[in-house]
Nanobody, 122 residues
Framework: QLVESGGGSVQAGGSLRLSCGASGSIYGDACVGWLRQAPGKEREGVAA???????SYADSVKGRFTISKDNANNTMYLEMNSLQLEDTYMYYCAAGFLMRCRADVPHSLYTSWGQGTQVTVS
C-alpha cells in the first residue's frame, strides 16, 4: 500500500515536496514512479526511479523535478521546483516490477498505487 503526502497550493515559481510511503520494503526492488492526471485526461508519467536508483523524467519536468527514494525508510519523494501553472494536477505514486523503468512507461504497468495528492499552482 502506498500513501502520498505533501500536496497543496503554491504560487508559480514556488516549490513543493511530495512523499510516498510504502507499507512494505518495495523500493529496493521495484520500479517506482510519480504520475499525474487532470480531470478527464489520461494519467501521464512524471518521473520514475529503478532499483539501482537511476531516474527518468518527462521532458516537461526535466531540470525542475527530482525523484528520490529512501529504501531504508520505504519512502519515495518528488521534489518540485519552479512550479508552473501547467503543473496543476493530481499526483500519484506508483510501483511495479517493470522490465523497463522509465517515466514514459504506460501507467497500466504499475500494480500498486497511492490515493493521490492534489497540487495546485496559481
Amino acid at each position: 500500500q502506498l500513501v502520498e503526502s505533501g500536496g497543496g497550493s503554491v504560487q508559480a515559481g514556488g516549490s513543493l515536496r511530495l512523499s510516498c510511503g510504502a507499507s512494505g520494503s518495495i523500493y529496493g526492488d521495484a520500479c517506482v514512479g510519480w504520475l499525474r492526471q487532470a480531470p478527464g485526461k489520461e494519467r501521464e508519467g512524471v518521473a520514475a526511479i529503478d532499483s539501482d536508483g537511476i531516474a527518468s523524467y518527462a521532458d516537461s519536468v526535466k531540470g525542475r523535478f527530482t525523484i528520490s527514494k529512501d529504501n531504508a525508510n520505504n519512502t519515495m519523494y518528488l521534489e518540485m521546483n519552479s512550479l508552473q501553472l501547467e503543473d496543476t494536477y493530481m499526483y500519484y505514486c506508483a510501483a511495479g516490477f517493470l522490465m523497463r523503468c522509465r517515466a514514459d512507461v504506460p501507467h497500466s504497468l504499475y500494480t500498486s498505487w497511492g490515493q493521490g495528492t492534489q497540487v495546485t499552482v496559481s
